[in-house]
């Protein structure tokens, strides 16, 4: 679920509010997960602030993953709400590629925990599903940037599984 939907659906009472969220248990190069959780501090603040160009910046200039996080910041906007204290929980950190530059990662994580905030409201929402993306982070001016976030397709994601 995007976090749109996530909204929509707490806010029409359809979800349950998130419980509190265990503290991540994340599996990986100490590293790339540090590289991830300060990307995702940098994320939050955009989120909170409301701030599309702090967004942006967290993205490489030609992003789609960058352009549609700005799109969706934008239409919360749109509807009078910003997202507080949005964290992800890391749960794996496989690294397929690194150089001084570059940064090639699998990584599993979902929402752990973020607050919609306008006039009058104020709700918890729902954790999400745990997703696994490849990211491709590149250093600019100092500061890793997304190039890329692809799906990865997981054993238990395969229609048909029996490993769910």
Not at 2 to 13: C, D, N, S, Y
Not at 137 to 152: N, S
Request: hydrophobic share 50%; net charge positive.
């Amino acid at each position: 679920m995007t976090l749109l939907h996530l909204l929509l659906a707490a806010l029409l009472g359809v979800l349950p509010p998130a419980d509190p969220a265990p503290e991540p248990a994340a599996v990986g190069s100490p590293e790339a997960v540090a590289v991830l959780h300060g990307w995702d501090q940098r994320r939050a603040a955009a989120w909170a602030a409301g701030d599309p160009g702090a967004l942006h910046r967290l993205y490489t200039a030609r992003s789609p993953a960058g352009a549609a996080d700005v799109a969706m910041l934008r239409a919360w906007e749109r509807r009078g709400l910003r997202v507080e204290q949005l964290r992800m929980q890391l749960l794996s950190v496989s690294v397929r590629a690194t150089t001084g530059r570059r940064l090639v990662l699998v990584v599993s994580d979902r929402l752990a925990s973020a607050v919609a905030v306008g006039a009058g409201v104020r709700r918890a929402l729902p954790r999400d599903a745990v997703s696994t993306r490849r990211l491709v982070l590149v250093r600019v001016a100092g500061e890793w940037r997304v190039a890329q976030a692809r799906p990865v397709r997981t054993t238990s994601s395969t229609v048909g599984s029996r490993n769910r």
